[in-house]
């Protein structure tokens, strides 16, 4: 069966300071991957999306970035962070039936 | 773009009594309608789905219909129990290579005793 990984579970991070959350899939080959994020007490926001290595679109433009170096691992990446990088970060994959997206355990950002 | 209306926003009923929440969508392409369930600290959970070319589908005490005329949908919960209460998100999609989720702003169900 597949599972997804995310790390770390909790990040208390300053501004200005780099991030780096990392996304693995394990069980299938060649999924969609995609990065949201939810601030406190509201929905779920897309920031990226992957449909193959090195293939990443970006839905909000930001001072985040993502990258797929390999099939099954999603990085979401920032040079410097704000106070509004903080919430709670997603991410999903889908394969097979279209549309049907699942999602992974969360790391939540604290940036203080 | 979509855009996905979702209400109520908080919504309490009493263990046993039913709920429903409805979702409107505005793009008459979309042809996929998940729902989610979100407890506390965790990640979103698939409950159900529908696609467009079904009216109502259900899955033991959960169901959803869709109207592709009015552009709505809805989750309905029977005989709700408190391991129900948790955040519920509807989201819609056009669905191709990416297809990306709209989701709702969510309604958080509180199953009381």
């Known amino acids: 069966s597949q599972t997804i990984h995310q790390w770390p579970a909790t990040l208390v991070q300053p501004v200005g300071s780099p991030l780096s959350l990392e996304c693995t899939v394990e069980?299938?080959?060649?999924?969609?991957l995609y990065w949201y994020r939810q601030a406190a007490g509201r929905g779920l926001q897309l920031l990226f999306y992957?449909?193959?290595?090195?293939?990443i679109s970006s839905e909000v433009p930001q001072n985040l970035s993502a990258s797929r170096p390999q099939d099954r691992q999603f990085i979401l990446s920032s040079k410097k962070l704000l106070l509004s990088d903080s919430g709670f970060y997603l991410c999903?994959?889908?394969?097979?039936?279209?549309?049907?997206?699942?999602f992974g355990p969360g790391t939540r950002l604290t940036v203080t | 773009g979509e855009n996905v209306e979702q209400h109520p926003s908080t919504l309490s009923v009493q263990e046993g009594d039913s709920a429903v929440i409805k979702c409107t969508y505005s793009d008459s392409a979309s042809n996929y309608f998940p729902w989610y369930k979100q407890e506390l600290g965790k990640g979103p959970q698939l409950i159900i789905d529908i696609r467009s070319n079904v009216g109502e589908k259900k899955d033991q005490r959960i169901a959803v219909t869709l109207n592709k005329t009015a552009k709505h949908f809805s989750l309905h919960i029977t005989e709700t129990q408190p391991e129900d209460s948790a955040v519920y998100f509807c989201a819609a999609s056009v669905t191709g290579t990416a297809s990306k989720l709209t989701f709702g702003t969510g309604t958080r169900l509180q199953v009381t005793l």
């Open positions: 992957s449909v193959g290595i090195g293939q």
């Open positions: 999903a994959w889908s394969v097979a039936r279209p549309g049907e997206q699942y």
């Open positions: 069980g299938t080959s060649n999924p969609n």
